[in-house]
């Protein structure tokens, strides 16, 4: 069996026992008695201390299994098992120390010594003859190995060597090698001595319980990652909310470390890492909804790399301007009124819209509006939000009748016309001037009157809009100061018959 390791402390106890040893086999003085005594007393402060240890490091476990008790349990049990183990092996020797002082006759009351601490006889007694049916040093033997066994299985296999346990039957340099391990350690040793050393055995079997439960302590956290950096991060369901969509965002606090950067790949190629955060940027170049994927490698600290996968959606859509004006919010009424309908942020193809009166047809954001009655309507828009269809909001329009159009005569409305031009018109017309719409009107009806200087007045009423051989023969007489008037003018148009307003009148240059 490998000498375990020990601590310079424990070195140089040792180091201290055996001289002594030597110095009682050349029966020095009983100085070297009392230097037993000093050692002892040393051992046994070095023993509080070390509990203080092992009590600190379970004060730790506790506060692990009330952070993590999933994680910390397995080694906070197994920590159970290391103190039951040393707590019965260390009140066993307790119970060989007391006997061993009580057959020496106790303790002196004035110096607080044992009486008979120089009786070599009775650690043998003890320890190897039987006393009372049982020889106490191999029992301690057997309790020793088995203790240190117990507590090296609490141990991963690939751990074992970075653990000390200074517990051991290791017989003393030296020893006589037909001996067994507790006739080199008791036979024919004084008292003293043999309660000396079985003070360091307890103070090895506190070294072995600190260094174990040291061990399971850092097995809580060997595999966590170590991060120096806090931030707040909120991350929101979407960037865009609709009046009346609830906003929802994750808000927690993430964790990176300045010391080891994470390797980052999206679409498996790999992305510039800047403190901690992996930068992915892409300017796209159509309007749509895309996605992409990939993988955050992080190397743990006991050397294995972990992949944290993630896959995220955009959607891209076009810049959109949007300019009303509010008074001319109009449509007409006989005519077919395009509309151009979209919500930013939702895909035209994800809208709903209805008109409260009228009829509207169309899709994908491209709709026609018709309307048969002067007043106001509603545009309804909902769309698809999260999976559920919501009302987006509402537009009004006022509705209003095609504005007539004028009649024409020659070209114009009213004026003046040169007698050669007005002896040439084929008839009335009618024609709707700066307006958006497209429109024909047809003249249905109308009353022509001639005025001629010194004559009387030619009236006629003509269905339809060209002009009469009796009219044209009349046109023919006209001179410079003639009055022409029409008027009752009747037209068709887009919302069915109906009279112009106004009538015409050319005055003849």
Same mark, same amino acid.
């Given at each position: ?14 180091? %201290? ?44 476990? !506790? ?15 197994? !920590? ?12 066993? #020797? ?32 003890? %320890?190897?003859?039987?006393? !009372?049916?049982?020889?106490? *040093? ?5 309790? #020793?190995? /088995? ?9 991963? /296999?690939?751990? #074992? ?23 080199? %350690? ?28 040291? +061990? ?6 060997? $595999? ?11 991350? &929101? ?18 964790? =990176? ?10 679409? *498996?190629?790999?992305? &510039? ?10 300017? &796209?170049?159509?309007? *749509?909804?895309? $996605?992409? @994927? ?19 959606? +955009? ?8 300019? /009303? ?24 193809? @994800?809208?709903?819209? =209805? ?11 491209? +709709? ?14 909902? *769309? ?10 509402? @537009? ?33 017309? !009618? ?67 109906? @009279? ?10």
């Amino acid at each position: 069996m490998a000498r375990p390791k020990e601590t310079t402390r424990q070195r140089l106890i040792g180091m %201290m026992y055996l001289v002594l040893l030597a110095l009682l086999a050349l029966n020095v003085s009983s100085e070297v008695l009392d230097a037993f005594k000093t050692v002892k007393d040393g051992i046994e402060t070095t023993t509080k201390t070390t509990q203080s240890t092992i009590d600190d490091t379970m004060r730790s476990f !506790a506060k692990a299994m009330d952070n993590d008790k999933e994680k910390a349990e397995p080694f906070f049990l197994k !920590a159970l098992v290391a103190q039951k183990t040393t707590r019965e092996l260390y009140a066993y #020797i307790e119970e060989i120390k007391e006997l061993m002082i009580s057959e020496a006759n106790g303790l002196n009351d004035e110096t607080g010594d044992i009486r008979k601490r120089e009786n070599t006889v009775i650690p043998g007694r003890i %320890m190897i003859d039987n006393i !009372a049916g049982k020889a106490y *040093g191999p029992e301690l033997r057997n309790k #020793i190995d /088995s203790a240190r066994a117990l507590l090296l299985s609490l141990v991963d /296999s690939a751990d #074992i060597n970075t653990v000390n346990l200074v517990l051991s039957t290791q017989k003393p340099l030296g020893a006589d090698v037909t001996q067994t391990w507790e006739s080199s %350690m008791f036979e024919y040793k004084p008292v003293t001595a043999a309660v000396t050393l079985l003070a360091k055995l307890q103070n090895d079997v506190k070294n072995s319980e600190a260094e174990i439960l040291r +061990y399971l302590l850092r097995s809580v956290y060997e $595999s966590d990652f170590k991060f120096d950096v806090l931030e707040a991060a909120v991350v &929101p369901n979407s960037n865009f909310v609709l009046i009346g969509q609830p906003y929802e965002a994750d808000i927690f606090v993430t964790a =990176s470390s300045t010391t080891q950067q994470p390797e980052v790949e999206v679409n *498996g190629q790999n992305i &510039p890492v800047e403190n901690g955060k992996g930068k992915y940027r892409i300017t &796209p170049n159509r309007e *749509g909804i895309f $996605s992409f @994927k990939g993988v955050a490698k992080v190397k743990a600290p006991d050397g294995s790399i972990s992949d944290y996968p993630f896959t995220q959606t +955009y959607q891209v859509g076009a810049p959109v301007a949007v300019v /009303s004006a509010e008074k001319m919010n109009v449509l007409y009424i006989g005519v077919d009124n395009p509309m151009s309908i979209s919500v930013p942020g939702i895909p035209k193809d @994800k809208l709903r819209v =209805s008109l409260s009166e009228g009829n509207l047809v169309g899709s994908a954001g491209n +709709y026609v509006a018709k309307v048969s009655t002067p007043g106001r309507v509603r545009f309804n828009v909902s *769309g698809e939000v999260n999976g559920q269809f919501r009302q987006l909001g509402f @537009k009004e329009f006022r509705v209003r009748r095609v504005p007539p159009p004028l009649g024409k005569f020659g070209g114009i409305t009213s004026g003046s016309l040169s007698a050669a031009v007005a002896k040439v018109q084929p008839g009335v017309f !009618a024609e709707l001037e700066n307006f958006d719409f497209d429109l024909s009107y047809t003249v249905t009806r109308f009353t022509i009157t001639i005025a001629r200087r010194g004559q009387d007045p030619y009236v006629e009423t003509i269905a339809g809009n060209a002009l009469t051989a009796r009219t044209k023969q009349v046109l023919n007489t006209v001179a410079a100061r003639d009055i022409i008037s029409i008027d009752d003018i009747f037209v068709r148009g887009p919302s069915g018959v109906e @009279k112009l307003p106004t009538g015409i009148t050319v005055r003849i240059q």
